[in-house]
Protein backbone atom coordinates (compact mmCIF):
# COMPACT_ATOMS: atom_id res chain seq x y z
CA UNK A 1 0.00 0.00 0.00
CA UNK A 2 1.10 3.49 -0.75
CA UNK A 3 0.55 6.38 1.78
CA UNK A 4 -0.05 9.36 0.24
CA UNK A 5 0.67 12.96 0.42
CA UNK A 6 -1.37 16.39 -0.64
CA UNK A 7 -0.42 16.84 -4.03
CA UNK A 8 0.85 13.49 -4.86
CA UNK A 9 -0.79 10.75 -7.66
CA UNK A 10 0.10 7.44 -8.90
CA UNK A 11 -1.40 5.73 -11.84
CA UNK A 12 -4.52 3.47 -11.31
CA UNK A 13 -4.50 0.66 -13.82
CA UNK A 14 -7.38 -1.03 -12.01
CA UNK A 15 -11.12 -0.60 -13.90
CA UNK A 16 -13.09 0.35 -10.60
CA UNK A 17 -11.79 2.37 -7.34
CA UNK A 18 -13.31 3.09 -4.08
CA UNK A 19 -13.25 5.36 -1.49
CA UNK A 20 -13.66 5.06 2.30
CA UNK A 21 -13.36 7.19 5.21
CA UNK A 22 -12.67 5.51 8.28
CA UNK A 23 -14.81 7.78 10.50
CA UNK A 24 -18.57 7.57 10.64
CA UNK A 25 -19.16 11.13 11.67
CA UNK A 26 -17.54 12.53 8.67
CA UNK A 27 -19.89 12.40 5.31
CA UNK A 28 -18.57 11.98 1.68
CA UNK A 29 -20.11 12.48 -1.84
CA UNK A 30 -18.60 13.13 -5.04
CA UNK A 31 -18.86 15.50 -7.97
CA UNK A 32 -18.32 14.31 -11.36
CA UNK A 33 -16.84 17.02 -13.37
CA UNK A 34 -16.31 17.76 -17.58
CA UNK A 35 -14.15 20.01 -19.03
CA UNK A 36 -12.48 22.72 -16.80
CA UNK A 37 -12.99 21.41 -13.09
CA UNK A 38 -17.15 21.93 -13.83
CA UNK A 39 -20.02 19.93 -12.98
CA UNK A 40 -22.05 19.32 -16.48
CA UNK A 41 -25.28 19.56 -15.01
CA UNK A 42 -26.78 19.46 -11.65
CA UNK A 43 -26.92 15.53 -11.48
CA UNK A 44 -23.46 15.05 -11.33
CA UNK A 45 -23.63 15.25 -7.35
CA UNK A 46 -23.68 11.96 -6.03
CA UNK A 47 -24.60 11.67 -2.45
CA UNK A 48 -27.41 10.27 0.20
CA UNK A 49 -29.97 11.59 -1.71
CA UNK A 50 -28.72 11.13 -5.32
CA UNK A 51 -26.99 7.88 -4.72
CA UNK A 52 -25.83 7.30 -8.73
CA UNK A 53 -24.82 8.73 -11.62
CA UNK A 54 -22.51 7.90 -15.02
CA UNK A 55 -20.43 4.98 -13.48
CA UNK A 56 -20.36 6.75 -9.91
CA UNK A 57 -21.94 5.30 -6.76
CA UNK A 58 -22.69 6.44 -3.16
CA UNK A 59 -22.09 3.47 -0.54
CA UNK A 60 -24.38 4.20 2.70
CA UNK A 61 -21.94 1.87 4.87
CA UNK A 62 -20.90 2.25 7.48
CA UNK A 63 -18.08 3.64 6.93
CA UNK A 64 -19.60 5.91 3.71
CA UNK A 65 -18.10 5.98 0.69
CA UNK A 66 -18.10 6.63 -2.69
CA UNK A 67 -17.42 3.77 -5.71
CA UNK A 68 -16.11 4.61 -9.22
CA UNK A 69 -16.64 2.05 -12.44
CA UNK A 70 -13.82 4.09 -14.61
CA UNK A 71 -15.72 2.20 -17.43
CA UNK A 72 -18.87 3.25 -16.48
CA UNK A 73 -18.27 6.84 -16.71
CA UNK A 74 -19.02 8.92 -19.81
CA UNK A 75 -16.79 10.12 -22.27
CA UNK A 76 -16.84 13.48 -21.15
CA UNK A 77 -16.27 13.16 -17.83
CA UNK A 78 -12.89 13.80 -16.99
CA UNK A 79 -12.62 13.68 -13.39
CA UNK A 80 -14.36 12.52 -10.60
CA UNK A 81 -13.61 14.32 -7.04
CA UNK A 82 -14.03 12.61 -3.56
CA UNK A 83 -15.37 15.48 -1.03
CA UNK A 84 -16.26 15.61 3.13
CA UNK A 85 -17.93 17.73 4.99
CA UNK A 86 -18.08 17.05 9.17
CA UNK A 87 -19.54 18.87 11.94
CA UNK A 88 -16.15 18.54 14.27
CA UNK A 89 -12.90 18.96 13.17
CA UNK A 90 -10.35 15.84 12.65
CA UNK A 91 -8.20 13.98 11.07
CA UNK A 92 -9.54 11.12 9.14
CA UNK A 93 -7.91 8.85 6.82
CA UNK A 94 -9.24 8.52 3.27
CA UNK A 95 -8.83 4.57 1.37
CA UNK A 96 -8.71 3.83 -1.47
CA UNK A 97 -9.93 0.53 -2.81
CA UNK A 98 -9.66 -1.59 -5.78
CA UNK A 99 -12.01 -3.96 -7.06
CA UNK A 100 -10.84 -7.15 -5.29
CA UNK A 101 -10.92 -5.10 -1.48
CA UNK A 102 -7.11 -4.59 -1.74
CA UNK A 103 -6.46 -0.88 -0.16
CA UNK A 104 -3.75 0.57 -2.46
CA UNK A 105 -3.33 3.22 -1.41
CA UNK A 106 -4.41 5.78 1.67
CA UNK A 107 -4.34 9.44 2.46
CA UNK A 108 -4.89 11.56 5.91
CA UNK A 109 -6.59 15.10 5.37
CA UNK A 110 -7.71 17.06 8.12
CA UNK A 111 -11.51 18.00 7.88
CA UNK A 112 -11.99 21.26 9.99
CA UNK A 113 -15.17 21.98 11.30
CA UNK A 114 -18.24 23.43 9.30
CA UNK A 115 -15.90 23.50 6.37
CA UNK A 116 -15.94 21.27 3.62
CA UNK A 117 -12.44 19.00 1.75
CA UNK A 118 -11.98 18.01 -1.57
CA UNK A 119 -10.07 14.89 -0.29
CA UNK A 120 -8.75 13.34 -3.40
CA UNK A 121 -9.44 12.86 -7.35
CA UNK A 122 -9.61 10.02 -10.05
CA UNK A 123 -8.62 12.15 -13.20
CA UNK A 124 -7.84 11.13 -16.85
CA UNK A 125 -4.37 11.46 -17.99
CA UNK A 126 -3.15 10.82 -21.37
CA UNK A 127 -5.72 7.42 -21.84
CA UNK A 128 -5.31 5.87 -18.62
CA UNK A 129 -6.79 6.57 -15.20
CA UNK A 130 -4.61 8.50 -12.37
CA UNK A 131 -5.19 9.03 -8.71
CA UNK A 132 -4.48 12.30 -6.95
CA UNK A 133 -4.26 13.32 -2.72
CA UNK A 134 -6.09 16.55 -2.85
CA UNK A 135 -6.96 18.36 0.31
CA UNK A 136 -8.05 20.97 -0.81
CA UNK A 137 -10.10 23.19 2.05
CA UNK A 138 -13.06 25.07 1.45
CA UNK A 139 -13.96 27.08 4.51
CA UNK A 140 -17.26 27.91 3.44
CA UNK A 141 -18.22 24.49 3.54
CA UNK A 142 -19.99 22.21 0.90
CA UNK A 143 -22.09 25.45 -0.64
CA UNK A 144 -18.36 26.86 -1.72
CA UNK A 145 -17.04 23.71 -2.58
CA UNK A 146 -20.32 22.84 -5.23
CA UNK A 147 -19.82 26.83 -5.97
CA UNK A 148 -16.74 26.42 -7.26
CA UNK A 149 -17.13 23.69 -9.32
CA UNK A 150 -20.69 24.90 -11.22
CA UNK A 151 -22.82 23.72 -8.56
CA UNK A 152 -25.63 25.91 -6.93
CA UNK A 153 -27.03 22.70 -5.52
CA UNK A 154 -30.24 25.10 -3.56
CA UNK A 155 -31.45 25.64 -7.10
CA UNK A 156 -30.37 22.16 -9.07
CA UNK A 157 -28.76 24.23 -11.88
CA UNK A 158 -25.16 24.70 -13.38
CA UNK A 159 -23.76 28.19 -13.01
CA UNK A 160 -21.37 28.04 -16.16
CA UNK A 161 -21.03 31.72 -16.07
CA UNK A 162 -19.70 31.91 -12.71
CA UNK A 163 -15.86 32.16 -12.42
CA UNK A 164 -13.61 29.71 -10.62
CA UNK A 165 -12.45 30.42 -7.62
CA UNK A 166 -8.25 31.36 -7.03
CA UNK A 167 -7.78 28.28 -4.82
CA UNK A 168 -9.37 25.97 -7.96
CA UNK A 169 -7.17 28.23 -10.61
CA UNK A 170 -4.00 27.98 -8.45
CA UNK A 171 -4.12 24.22 -7.83
CA UNK A 172 -4.63 23.56 -11.00
CA UNK A 173 -1.71 25.22 -12.38
CA UNK A 174 0.45 23.50 -9.61
CA UNK A 175 -1.20 20.39 -10.75
CA UNK A 176 0.42 21.19 -14.48
CA UNK A 177 3.54 22.03 -13.25
CA UNK A 178 3.63 18.86 -11.28
CA UNK A 179 2.88 16.43 -14.34
CA UNK A 180 5.23 18.43 -16.33
CA UNK A 181 7.90 17.98 -13.69
CA UNK A 182 7.12 14.37 -13.38
CA UNK A 183 7.37 13.46 -17.49
CA UNK A 184 10.44 15.44 -17.03
CA UNK A 185 12.04 13.69 -14.22
CA UNK A 186 10.84 10.44 -15.98
CA UNK A 187 12.75 11.35 -19.45
CA UNK A 188 15.77 12.22 -17.15
CA UNK A 189 15.88 8.77 -15.17
CA UNK A 190 15.38 6.77 -18.80
CA UNK A 191 18.57 8.48 -19.87
CA UNK A 192 20.39 7.80 -17.04
CA UNK A 193 19.20 3.95 -17.11
CA UNK A 194 19.98 3.92 -20.79
CA UNK A 195 23.10 5.37 -19.87
CA UNK A 196 24.16 3.11 -17.39
CA UNK A 197 23.21 0.25 -19.56
CA UNK A 198 25.30 1.11 -22.62
CA UNK A 199 28.29 0.98 -20.39
CA UNK A 200 27.82 -1.46 -18.78
CA UNK A 201 27.58 -3.42 -21.88
CA UNK A 202 30.53 -2.05 -22.86
CA UNK A 203 32.42 -3.23 -20.27
CA UNK A 204 31.11 -6.52 -20.93
CA UNK A 205 32.47 -5.99 -24.39
CA UNK A 206 35.96 -4.91 -23.42
CA UNK A 207 35.75 -8.25 -20.60
CA UNK A 208 35.22 -10.87 -23.25
CA UNK A 209 38.63 -11.48 -25.39
CA UNK A 210 36.10 -12.54 -28.08
CA UNK A 211 34.31 -9.87 -28.29
CA UNK A 212 37.33 -7.35 -27.78
CA UNK A 213 38.38 -7.00 -31.08
CA UNK A 214 36.97 -8.06 -34.52
CA UNK A 215 33.99 -8.41 -36.36
CA UNK A 216 31.90 -9.69 -33.88
CA UNK A 217 33.23 -6.79 -30.98
CA UNK A 218 31.56 -4.19 -33.87
CA UNK A 219 28.42 -6.00 -34.08
CA UNK A 220 28.03 -5.79 -30.15
CA UNK A 221 29.13 -2.38 -29.30
CA UNK A 222 26.75 -1.14 -32.49
CA UNK A 223 23.76 -2.98 -30.97
CA UNK A 224 24.13 -2.06 -27.65
CA UNK A 225 24.27 1.88 -29.36
CA UNK A 226 21.21 0.83 -31.22
CA UNK A 227 19.51 -0.38 -28.10
CA UNK A 228 20.28 2.81 -26.05
CA UNK A 229 19.18 5.23 -29.02
CA UNK A 230 16.00 3.44 -29.31
CA UNK A 231 15.07 3.47 -25.06
CA UNK A 232 16.13 7.46 -25.19
CA UNK A 233 14.08 8.37 -28.24
CA UNK A 234 11.07 6.28 -27.11
CA UNK A 235 11.36 8.45 -23.57
CA UNK A 236 11.31 11.43 -25.94
CA UNK A 237 8.61 10.89 -27.64
CA UNK A 238 6.55 10.18 -24.54
CA UNK A 239 7.68 13.18 -22.57
CA UNK A 240 6.88 15.30 -26.31
CA UNK A 241 3.18 13.55 -26.18
CA UNK A 242 2.55 14.07 -22.45
CA UNK A 243 4.01 17.89 -23.09
CA UNK A 244 1.53 18.15 -25.83
CA UNK A 245 -1.57 17.36 -24.27
CA UNK A 246 -0.16 19.48 -21.18
CA UNK A 247 0.52 22.32 -23.33
CA UNK A 248 -3.53 21.75 -24.70
CA UNK A 249 -4.71 21.81 -21.37
CA UNK A 250 -2.78 24.62 -20.33
CA UNK A 251 -4.30 27.01 -23.60
CA UNK A 252 -7.63 26.38 -21.93
CA UNK A 253 -6.73 27.26 -18.35
CA UNK A 254 -5.37 30.45 -19.81
CA UNK A 255 -8.66 31.50 -21.55
CA UNK A 256 -10.19 30.82 -18.35
CA UNK A 257 -7.71 33.42 -15.98
CA UNK A 258 -8.68 36.92 -14.70
CA UNK A 259 -7.05 39.77 -15.69
CA UNK A 260 -4.19 39.63 -13.05
CA UNK A 261 -3.50 35.91 -13.74
CA UNK A 262 -4.16 36.56 -17.65
CA UNK A 263 -1.28 37.08 -20.52
CA UNK A 264 -1.28 40.54 -21.89
CA UNK A 265 -2.39 39.63 -25.17
CA UNK A 266 -6.16 38.40 -23.17
CA UNK A 267 -9.22 39.93 -23.60
CA UNK A 268 -9.50 39.83 -19.77
CA UNK A 269 -6.75 43.12 -19.95
CA UNK A 270 -7.88 44.48 -23.06
CA UNK A 271 -11.57 45.16 -22.07
CA UNK A 272 -10.13 46.00 -18.09
CA UNK A 273 -11.74 47.98 -15.89
CA UNK A 274 -11.43 48.15 -11.85
CA UNK A 275 -13.66 45.16 -10.35
CA UNK A 276 -15.50 45.80 -7.43
CA UNK A 277 -14.30 42.44 -5.63
CA UNK A 278 -10.49 41.68 -4.54
CA UNK A 279 -8.66 39.43 -6.58
CA UNK A 280 -6.47 37.13 -4.52
CA UNK A 281 -3.19 36.18 -6.93
CA UNK A 282 -0.95 37.79 -10.21
CA UNK A 283 1.06 36.54 -12.34
CA UNK A 284 4.78 37.35 -11.36
CA UNK A 285 6.11 35.62 -15.16
CA UNK A 286 6.53 31.88 -16.75
CA UNK A 287 8.21 28.65 -16.40
CA UNK A 288 9.93 27.05 -19.42
CA UNK A 289 11.81 23.60 -19.71
CA UNK A 290 15.29 23.15 -20.85
CA UNK A 291 14.63 20.46 -22.28
CA UNK A 292 11.66 21.87 -24.05
CA UNK A 293 12.16 25.14 -24.46
CA UNK A 294 8.55 25.41 -26.51
CA UNK A 295 6.66 24.67 -23.70
CA UNK A 296 6.00 27.46 -20.67
CA UNK A 297 3.35 27.94 -18.09
CA UNK A 298 2.57 30.62 -16.11
CA UNK A 299 4.08 31.27 -12.52
CA UNK A 300 1.22 32.40 -10.35
CA UNK A 301 1.26 32.80 -6.82
CA UNK A 302 -1.68 33.64 -4.56
CA UNK A 303 -2.37 36.96 -2.76
CA UNK A 304 -1.39 37.91 0.32
CA UNK A 305 1.79 37.05 -1.06
CA UNK A 306 3.74 34.36 1.95
CA UNK A 307 6.61 36.23 0.85
CA UNK A 308 7.40 39.63 -0.65
CA UNK A 309 9.15 39.81 -4.27
CA UNK A 310 12.35 40.69 -4.74
CA UNK A 311 13.40 41.05 -8.22
CA UNK A 312 17.29 40.92 -9.23
CA UNK A 313 19.12 43.29 -11.01
CA UNK A 314 20.66 41.40 -13.45
CA UNK A 315 21.67 42.87 -16.69
CA UNK A 316 21.32 46.26 -15.40
CA UNK A 317 18.55 48.72 -13.42
CA UNK A 318 15.85 49.42 -16.45
CA UNK A 319 15.37 45.40 -17.19
CA UNK A 320 14.66 45.33 -13.43
CA UNK A 321 12.65 48.20 -13.34
CA UNK A 322 10.56 47.53 -15.65
CA UNK A 323 9.60 43.73 -14.39
CA UNK A 324 8.89 45.47 -11.15
CA UNK A 325 6.50 48.11 -12.66
CA UNK A 326 4.94 45.42 -14.42
CA UNK A 327 4.33 42.98 -11.16
CA UNK A 328 2.87 46.54 -9.18
CA UNK A 329 0.22 47.19 -12.32
CA UNK A 330 -0.82 43.52 -11.70
CA UNK A 331 -0.94 43.74 -7.60
CA UNK A 332 -2.89 47.26 -7.99
CA UNK A 333 -5.18 45.85 -10.70
CA UNK A 334 -5.69 42.35 -8.39
CA UNK A 335 -6.28 44.83 -5.44
CA UNK A 336 -8.00 47.94 -7.16
CA UNK A 337 -11.49 47.35 -4.80
CA UNK A 338 -8.68 47.95 -1.85
CA UNK A 339 -8.10 51.10 -3.33
CA UNK A 340 -4.49 50.09 -2.74
CA UNK A 341 -2.32 53.04 -2.14
CA UNK A 342 1.80 52.48 -3.54
CA UNK A 343 4.54 54.34 -1.53
CA UNK A 344 8.05 54.70 -3.81
CA UNK A 345 11.47 54.32 -2.05
CA UNK A 346 13.91 55.41 -4.93
CA UNK A 347 17.39 56.38 -3.16
CA UNK A 348 18.88 58.91 -5.98
CA UNK A 349 15.72 59.65 -7.80
CA UNK A 350 16.47 58.23 -11.29
CA UNK A 351 13.34 56.65 -11.09
CA UNK A 352 10.90 58.85 -10.46
CA UNK A 353 7.41 57.11 -9.56
CA UNK A 354 7.97 54.44 -11.73
CA UNK A 355 5.02 55.61 -13.98
CA UNK A 356 2.93 55.01 -11.36
CA UNK A 357 0.17 58.30 -11.06
CA UNK A 358 0.29 60.63 -8.24
CA UNK A 359 -3.51 59.93 -7.71
CA UNK A 360 -1.83 56.09 -6.63
CA UNK A 361 1.19 57.29 -4.48
CA UNK A 362 0.42 57.50 -0.14
CA UNK A 363 3.31 60.23 -0.34
CA UNK A 364 5.73 61.79 -3.41
CA UNK A 365 8.76 59.38 -3.80
CA UNK A 366 11.67 59.03 -1.01
CA UNK A 367 15.17 59.67 -2.89
CA UNK A 368 17.03 60.13 0.02
CA UNK A 369 17.69 58.12 3.35
CA UNK A 370 15.90 60.09 5.28
CA UNK A 371 12.83 60.48 3.60
CA UNK A 372 13.09 56.63 3.35
CA UNK A 373 13.20 56.21 6.94
CA UNK A 374 10.51 58.51 6.84
CA UNK A 375 8.47 56.23 4.47
CA UNK A 376 9.01 53.21 6.28
CA UNK A 377 8.45 54.63 9.58
CA UNK A 378 4.55 55.89 8.40
CA UNK A 379 4.19 52.35 6.81
CA UNK A 380 5.05 50.75 10.66
CA UNK A 381 2.36 53.34 11.96
CA UNK A 382 0.03 52.26 9.38
CA UNK A 383 0.40 48.31 10.44
CA UNK A 384 -0.04 49.66 13.84
CA UNK A 385 -3.40 51.50 13.19
CA UNK A 386 -4.55 49.03 11.30
CA UNK A 387 -3.55 46.13 13.36
CA UNK A 388 -5.25 47.51 16.75
CA UNK A 389 -8.10 49.15 14.65
CA UNK A 390 -9.10 45.37 13.42
CA UNK A 391 -8.01 43.08 16.89
CA UNK A 392 -10.50 45.35 18.83
CA UNK A 393 -13.23 45.47 16.02
CA UNK A 394 -13.25 49.06 15.34
CA UNK A 395 -11.89 49.01 11.79
CA UNK A 396 -14.90 51.44 10.74
CA UNK A 397 -13.99 54.23 13.03
CA UNK A 398 -10.43 54.30 11.18
CA UNK A 399 -9.66 56.50 9.30
CA UNK A 400 -10.39 55.63 5.34
CA UNK A 401 -6.70 56.21 4.41
CA UNK A 402 -5.71 53.51 6.63
CA UNK A 403 -8.30 50.71 5.66
CA UNK A 404 -7.04 50.91 2.27
CA UNK A 405 -3.90 48.37 1.35
CA UNK A 406 -0.87 49.46 0.74
CA UNK A 407 1.98 48.65 -2.22
CA UNK A 408 5.78 49.48 -1.32
CA UNK A 409 8.04 49.37 -4.18
CA UNK A 410 11.90 49.98 -3.09
CA UNK A 411 14.53 49.79 -6.10
CA UNK A 412 18.02 48.77 -5.61
CA UNK A 413 17.56 47.77 -2.50
CA UNK A 414 19.44 48.09 -0.22
CA UNK A 415 21.00 51.25 -1.42
CA UNK A 416 21.10 54.05 0.66
CA UNK A 417 18.81 52.53 3.74
CA UNK A 418 19.82 52.24 7.55
CA UNK A 419 19.80 49.43 9.96
CA UNK A 420 16.54 51.28 11.69
CA UNK A 421 15.23 51.31 8.13
CA UNK A 422 15.65 48.01 7.52
CA UNK A 423 14.41 47.12 10.72
CA UNK A 424 11.37 48.77 9.80
CA UNK A 425 11.15 46.79 6.88
CA UNK A 426 11.47 43.53 9.01
CA UNK A 427 7.74 44.72 10.55
CA UNK A 428 6.57 45.04 6.98
CA UNK A 429 7.47 41.85 6.22
CA UNK A 430 6.26 39.76 9.21
CA UNK A 431 3.11 41.61 9.75
CA UNK A 432 1.90 43.18 5.98
CA UNK A 433 0.65 40.53 4.58
CA UNK A 434 -2.68 39.67 7.21
CA UNK A 435 -2.96 43.58 7.22
CA UNK A 436 -2.77 44.29 3.30
CA UNK A 437 0.86 46.14 2.82
CA UNK A 438 2.72 44.25 0.29
CA UNK A 439 6.09 44.69 -0.86
CA UNK A 440 7.84 44.37 -3.47
CA UNK A 441 11.53 45.19 -4.37
CA UNK A 442 14.50 45.29 -7.00
CA UNK A 443 17.92 44.51 -5.30
CA UNK A 444 21.57 43.16 -5.53
CA UNK A 445 23.03 40.54 -3.95
CA UNK A 446 23.75 41.25 -0.13
CA UNK A 447 26.75 38.66 0.50
CA UNK A 448 29.30 41.34 -1.23
CA UNK A 449 28.08 43.89 1.85
CA UNK A 450 29.22 41.70 4.59
CA UNK A 451 25.81 42.31 6.91
CA UNK A 452 24.00 39.42 8.00
CA UNK A 453 20.41 41.42 8.41
CA UNK A 454 20.92 41.86 4.82
CA UNK A 455 21.43 38.06 3.93
CA UNK A 456 18.80 37.21 6.06
CA UNK A 457 16.27 39.44 4.34
CA UNK A 458 17.27 38.44 1.02
CA UNK A 459 16.84 34.81 1.86
CA UNK A 460 13.18 35.47 3.09
CA UNK A 461 11.74 37.11 -0.10
CA UNK A 462 11.00 35.48 -3.04
CA UNK A 463 13.96 36.03 -5.42
CA UNK A 464 13.17 36.16 -9.30
CA UNK A 465 15.63 37.18 -12.47
CA UNK A 466 14.98 40.66 -14.34
CA UNK A 467 15.87 38.27 -17.41
CA UNK A 468 15.37 34.58 -18.30
CA UNK A 469 17.03 32.45 -16.49
CA UNK A 470 17.77 31.94 -12.94
CA UNK A 471 17.08 28.10 -12.29
CA UNK A 472 13.76 27.75 -10.13
CA UNK A 473 13.26 24.08 -8.96
CA UNK A 474 10.21 22.61 -7.50
CA UNK A 475 8.94 20.79 -4.68
CA UNK A 476 7.86 17.54 -6.99
CA UNK A 477 10.66 16.43 -8.84
CA UNK A 478 13.33 18.17 -8.49
CA UNK A 479 13.49 19.54 -12.43
CA UNK A 480 14.97 23.17 -13.07
CA UNK A 481 12.48 25.22 -14.34
CA UNK A 482 13.95 28.35 -16.25
CA UNK A 483 12.17 31.62 -15.13
CA UNK A 484 10.43 33.97 -17.82
CA UNK A 485 10.20 37.64 -16.43
CA UNK A 486 6.91 39.23 -17.32
CA UNK A 487 8.49 42.68 -18.47
CA UNK A 488 4.94 43.91 -19.65
CA UNK A 489 2.89 44.16 -22.65
CA UNK A 490 4.66 45.07 -25.89
CA UNK A 491 2.40 47.83 -26.74
CA UNK A 492 3.20 49.85 -22.96
CA UNK A 493 0.20 51.93 -23.43
CA UNK A 494 -1.69 48.96 -22.06
CA UNK A 495 0.01 49.54 -18.90
CA UNK A 496 -0.54 53.11 -18.82
CA UNK A 497 -4.11 52.89 -19.24
CA UNK A 498 -4.84 50.13 -16.56
CA UNK A 499 -3.02 52.45 -14.42
CA UNK A 500 -5.00 55.70 -15.31
CA UNK A 501 -8.07 53.60 -14.75
CA UNK A 502 -7.10 52.83 -11.32
CA UNK A 503 -6.25 56.79 -10.66
CA UNK A 504 -9.87 57.65 -11.93
CA UNK A 505 -10.67 55.51 -9.02
CA UNK A 506 -9.12 57.44 -6.22
CA UNK A 507 -10.88 60.72 -6.94
CA UNK A 508 -12.74 60.21 -3.67
CA UNK A 509 -10.68 59.30 -0.40
CA UNK A 510 -13.38 57.98 1.14
CA UNK A 511 -14.67 55.54 -1.79
CA UNK A 512 -13.76 53.07 0.04
CA UNK A 513 -15.06 49.62 -1.58
CA UNK A 514 -13.57 46.46 0.45
CA UNK A 515 -11.54 45.65 3.47
CA UNK A 516 -12.30 42.39 5.31
Given at each position: ?????????????????????????????????????????A???V??????????????????G???????????????????S????R??T????????????????V??????????E???????????A???????????A??????????????????????????Q??????????????????????????????????A????????RG????R????R????V???????R???????????T?????????????????????????M???L??G??????????A???????????????????????A?????????R?????A???T????????????S???????L????????????A?????????????T??????????????????????????????????????T??EQ????????M???????????P????????F????????????D????????????A???D?R?I??VL?????T????Y??????
Open positions: MIHLVAGQNLPWPELRVTAYLDDPSVSVRALVLGAGYRVRSADLDRDHPARSGVEWLSGPPEVTVDLTGLDADVERVLWVAAATGPVLQLVAASGEVLADFNPVPPGSAVVLAVYRRDGAWKVRVGQGYAGGLDEFRVHGLVEREDTVAPSQGRSYEDLLRNRMILEDASRTTASLGSTRDFARQRWESEQEQIVDPALRLGEDTAREAQLHDAMREAQERHADLAQLQAELEFESELPAPLARWGERSWTEWQPPEQHHGRVGLALPDAPLFMPFLVALPMGRPLWIEVDAGADETRVLRTAATLLAATAALRVSVVDIGGTRGLGIPEALQSPPATDAAAAQVLAEVVDHLELLGAVASGSLDALDPRHQADRLLLVTDFPTGLDEGTLRHLIVIGPRLGVHLVTGTHAESLDLLLAWLRDYLRVTSVPGGDLVGYAGINWTFLPDGPTPIDDDRLALRSDPNLRRRT
